[in-house]
């Protein structure tokens, strides 16, 4: 069966045409301004409203240190001219990493991360002249539910649990009788995430990521309605994790560390591929439901912000100084997180327009941004409008639905989009993200030596297409 292409737009007004035409808010400014001025975060500066999502290429060594490949990239982010650079996330501890190849944080690595985080501000510096208005961040995660070497779950899901993998290669789902983490295991990790932070202080970065997205631990706590004890349950609960952490950092370090966090404020449902036409659709769940974060209870999958709102006002009374919106989950909906062209190699084709998702994270991210207008909010889910992402983020800053818009695929394929933004007022089509996928099936890619192939843009980066035929080989449809 032919599939359809949807960025198929010869301008800018075939674009806005196609926007009128599915009834959406998506709105372009021709005219790049409100994106070069500065934006203040807690007491430091970014020097424009460019950033960089913490994109990672899983290719750290196995002790948890950048690679060449790492080192790589951040000093390619360093030189591409957005002020934001959040930094990709890096594991507490091995158990809790999302593949073999992920950085940690600890008192081993502090030096080789101290290093990298220099080379940034350096090469940012040999571009630009100084790195002072250049923020760069460290996303502190525990993957829960998607660790790699076994899930660690905050509770059972009747509909994920089937197809959270205890036997990856053999596609075995975690059995009924399978363990959820205790009370005192998610109390111990409370205070290793402070430890982490106040490390990454010393070492120098400019802020840190609590990270509550995509269904990693931290997020599927906020979505943890049917647990029990002192983190289920009850609003006050489910946020007593995060509430906990963001206070004893800041007992302990006060203002000087920025924290931010990026936040699902959407999980949505779990999608499945239709044997017959390939499109997703969603899995079949419980109603009312009672196990996703910002989703409408009674009437799945359709969002529900009160509670994300909700959330993002209590962390802003606890000193959190930024906030980057983002939805969905890669592992059973990656439509919702990243709209694409061409699905993920174990993925389903798209069940609605790239466009609809793109203004679902737009909707979503200004209601947040609208509800609290002197936070720092970080946009997500540009990078399918490909070479008028910018145009999209003009609108938005101009319009008060967001501060920061950021890349991630879009950073792999094009990590000097913003240079080149600022210099010529848009961004180049043939260096663009295509949103084809071939990053995550790297990603997915695990038959390796090291247990993961390294990921990167391969449509754009030469480097990337010799490991690609690689790791094709080991890949399935289902892999």
């Given at each position: 069966m032919l599939k359809r292409k949807h960025f198929r737009y010869r301008d800018i007004d075939a674009l806005r045409a196609?926007?009128?035409?599915?009834?959406?808010?998506?709105?372009?400014?021709?005219?790049i301004e409100k994106l070069l001025e500065p934006v203040q975060i807690g007491h430091k500066v970014a020097g424009n409203a460019f950033g960089i999502h913490p994109m990672e290429g899983c290719d750290g060594t196995l002790d948890g240190k950048p690679s060449e490949l790492t080192i790589r990239r951040w000093e390619r982010f360093g030189r591409g001219g957005a002020?934001?650079?959040?930094?990709e996330a890096t594991a507490l501890f091995d158990e809790v990493k999302s593949n073999s190849r992920q950085l940690i944080i600890s008192d081993e690595t502090a030096g080789s991360m101290e290093s990298i985080l220099n080379l940034t501000r350096n090469a940012h510096r040999e571009e630009f002249g100084?790195?002072?208005?250049?923020?760069?961040?460290?996303?502190?995660?525990?993957?829960?539910r998607y660790s790699y070497q076994k899930p660690l779950i905050a509770f059972r899901h009747p509909v994920v649990d089937k197809v959270t993998l205890i036997d990856k290669k053999?596609?075995?789902?975690?059995p009924n009788d399978y363990p959820v983490l205790s009370d005192d295991y998610l109390e111990r990790q409370e205070d290793i995430f402070v430890e982490a932070a106040k490390l990454a202080w010393k070492i120098g970065f400019d802020f840190v990521d609590l990270k509550q997205c995509h269904t990693y631990l931290l997020s599927e706590l906020l979505a943890a309605k049917t647990r029990t004890g002192k983190y289920g349950g009850s609003f006050e609960n489910r946020t007593r994790f995060i509430r906990n952490i963001v206070g004893k950092i800041r007992a302990e370090v006060g203002d000087e560390l920025i924290l931010g966090t990026r936040l699902n404020v959407y999980d949505g449902v779990a999608f499945m591929q239709d044997p017959e036409t390939t499109v997703g659709v969603p899995r079949d769940?419980?109603?009312?439901y009672l196990y996703g974060f910002g989703v409408d209870e009674n009437n799945p999958p359709q969002p529900d912000m009160t509670e994300p709102i909700?959330?993002?006002?209590?962390?802003?009374?606890?000193?959190?100084?930024?906030?980057?919106?983002?939805?969905?989950?890669?592992?059973?909906?990656p439509h919702i997180g990243r709209p694409?062209?061409?699905?993920?190699?174990?993925?389903?084709?798209t069940p609605e327009h790239p466009l609809i998702g793109v203004d679902r994270h737009i909707r979503l991210t200004g209601d947040i941004q609208r509800a609290y207008p002197d936070l720092p909010v970080v946009g997500t889910g540009y990078s399918w409008l490909q070479q008028y992402l910018v145009n999209a983020a003009e609108a938005n800053i101009r319009d008060g639905r967001v501060s920061f818009v950021a890349v991630g695929r879009g950073a792999l394929a094009y990590p000097d989009y913003a240079r080149d933004t600022i210099e010529s007022g848009e961004m180049v089509k043939k260096k663009v993200c295509v949103a084809v996928s071939y990053c995550t099936a790297l990603m997915r890619a695990k038959a390796n030596p090291l247990g993961q192939?390294?990921?990167?843009?391969?449509?754009?980066?030469?480097?990337?297409?010799?490991?690609?035929?690689?790791?094709e080989k080991t890949l399935t449809k289902r892999d």
């Open positions: 196609e926007i009128a035409e599915l009834g959406l808010s998506i709105r372009l400014e021709e005219n002020k934001l650079i959040w930094g100084s790195n002072e208005e250049v923020i760069v961040g460290m996303q502190l995660t525990h993957s829960g053999n596609k075995i789902p975690i769940i419980p109603t009312p909700k959330l993002v006002g209590v962390l802003k009374d606890l000193g959190v100084k930024l906030v980057n919106v983002t939805t969905g989950s890669p592992y059973f909906n694409f062209e061409r699905p993920p190699i174990d993925g389903y084709e192939f390294a990921a990167g843009c391969v449509p754009r980066d030469k480097i990337y297409a010799p490991i690609y035929k690689e790791a």
